[in-house]
């Protein structure tokens, strides 16, 4: 095991809690999504657990989603271990990851879609563009010049992995509440 909340009986705790505390139906990817959001879980662990979990009855089918996925919740069994067992996890570490996941689905549920690229200037270096779009709707555009095209990559690819982290502080940001950047 070499996700950073331990063994896995600590993963399973985890995306019990999780999962108890979204309190609805979720598919694999998008729980898939949200165990990621932090690194606090590696894949390859989440992925056995999760079958494990489903095995043992802890987790169950509810039905599909609108796209036809299949659904989960957690059983009444799921629930008893998730309230029962204690595990080594960090009471702020699980807190974190239950607001970034919560932050994610907010994103995922108003339909969100993000577009980004990163372009060369003729002064060698590079632009970055993100924008965000709500129902095709433009509600964030953002450009930044960049001096590598590394750091525009590395840029990019966080910007992918948390649109939400990017447009919640920019917004805090232009709005004067600059302890977001603290918290």
């Known amino acids: 095991m070499s996700s950073l909340v331990g063994s896995k009986r ?16 979720l598919d694999y990817i998008t729980l898939n999504d949200i165990i990621m959001q932090n690194d606090y ?8 657990s999760f079958h494990e979990m489903l095995d043992a009855g802890l987790i169950e089918e509810c039905g599909k989603n609108e796209a036809g996925d299949t659904t989960y919740i957690v059983s009444q069994k799921g629930t008893v271990v998730a309230t029962e067992l204690h595990s080594e996890i960090l009471t702020s570490l699980l807190d974190k990851s239950l607001e970034c ?9 108003r339909g969100i879609k ?18 965000i779009k709500e129902k095709d709707v433009v509600i964030m555009e ?10 525009a990559r590395r840029m990019q690819e ?3 992995d948390h649109p939400e982290v990017v447009y919640k502080g920019v917004f805090a940001l232009l709005s004067g509440n600059i302890n977001f950047i603290f918290n």
Request: hydrophobic share 40%.
């Open 101 to 109: 996941a919560l932050r994610y689905l907010d994103f995922k549920k």
């Open 114 to 131: 993000i577009s980004t690229s990163v372009e060369k200037r003729e002064d060698g270096r590079f632009d970055l563009k993100c924008i």
């Open 41 to 48: 879980v590696m894949y390859l662990d989440f992925a056995e």
């Open 10 to 25: 600590n993963v399973k705790i985890f995306v019990l809690y999780l999962m108890q505390n979204i309190n609805y139906p």
């Open 142 to 151: 953002n450009s930044v010049v960049v001096d590598t095209e590394n750091r």
């Open 158 to 160: 966080n910007f992918r």
